[in-house]
């Protein structure tokens, strides 16, 4: 009889950890976090983009972009849909979005074939701020949409993804603003798997194409 009353508290015990390890197993994640990246390796780049050896020492800046979503907190660039109902956000997880997409138009822009600074200038779009420097264009921007969107189900996951972006070219040398242009791009697809690299991807295809659509032109 007394090993039984020793034993009791010790199986009341193990039931208590086991009720929080499945409690625990049931719970998602609190946040994704996710890369966002431009491949500009990848860029199919337009013969008339290109620089020519006769302008090998022409130089471009690339600002830092502004994000101006109507979001109250702009380090959020998506959410998911858990199969619960349960919204989690996803977030970057090494770098900004502001710098991730400044980042990826001077991989295109040396891709190209252009001397690009390794500074990311600030800059407010504003004629009269334009800053001072070594380079012939300026370029910067605002992100006016961004989102990676994914419903999670049982048998499928939906993604959706989105990006505007309004980009402004300016020359440096002359202080003055010289194009004015918007971008977006837009994707959707069905995977029956999820991941945070899934995620990421269905990201990078709509800021690869946005990227790629500025330089068509």
Sequence with gaps: ITMKINKLPLIVLYGMLLSIFMIAGCAGP??????????????????????????????????????????????????????????????????????????????????????????????????????KGDSQILVGGNIEELEIYCRKDLLTNAYTSSIKLNIVFADMTKGRILYNTTVESAYSTEHVLFSENILAEQLDIVLADAIEKLFDD
């Design 30 to 131: 609190k946040l994704y976090s996710i890369n966002m990246y431009y491949d500009a390796y990848q860029a199919d780049i337009p013969a008339h983009i290109k620089n020519s050896d006769k302008n090998a020492d022409f130089s471009i800046s690339v600002a830092e972009f502004s994000d101006i979503r109507k979001i109250d907190d702009d380090l959020v660039i998506g959410r998911v849909i858990e199969s619960n109902s349960v919204n989690v956000l996803i977030v970057p997880k090494n770098m900004k979005a502001t710098k991730a997409i400044s980042t990826g138009i001077k991989q295109y822009l040396k891709e190209a074939g252009y001397k690009v600074s390794e500074n990311m200038e600030p800059w407010n779009l504003k004629e009269e701020s334009i800053p």
